[in-house]
């Protein structure tokens, strides 16, 4: 499976973007798909993932503010992040498995979204 993410960039405090990710190759063992992301200097973390039903599942941090969504007909995965702040700037990866309760085997190259007046 090749995940291939975009949408990431500069934006203002209280702005939004919407990063999207396309995956290809054999879909059939894939259940869920997310988004992690790693700021400088800390640790990678999940933001949200979703299920090939739609359960959704997202980090504290950003509940209230991003949105998960899947069309599995084009294997595609987005997330419409909200209300921006700088602590939201980070590498973006996109990632896909079999499931949600394990660490995601498949990893996209990563998007950078910088929150920056």
């Known amino acids: 499976v090749q995940l291939q993410a975009s949408g990431g960039g500069l934006v203002q405090p209280g702005g939004s973007l919407r990063l999207s990710c396309v995956a290809s190759g054999s879909m059939f063992s894939i259940n869920s798909m997310g988004w992690y992301r790693q700021a400088p200097g800390k640790q990678r973390e999940l933001v949200a993932v979703i299920t090939r039903r739609g359960i959704t599942n997202y980090a504290d941090s950003v509940k209230g503010r991003f949105t998960i969504s899947r069309d599995n007909a084009k294997n595609t995965v987005y997330l419409q992040m909200n209300s921006l702040k700088p602590d939201d700037t980070a590498v973006y990866y996109c990632?896909?498995?079999?499931?949600?309760?394990?660490?995601?085997?498949?990893w996209g190259q990563g998007t950078q979204v910088t929150v920056s007046s």
């Open positions: 990632t896909a498995g079999p499931r949600v309760d394990v660490a995601p085997p498949y």
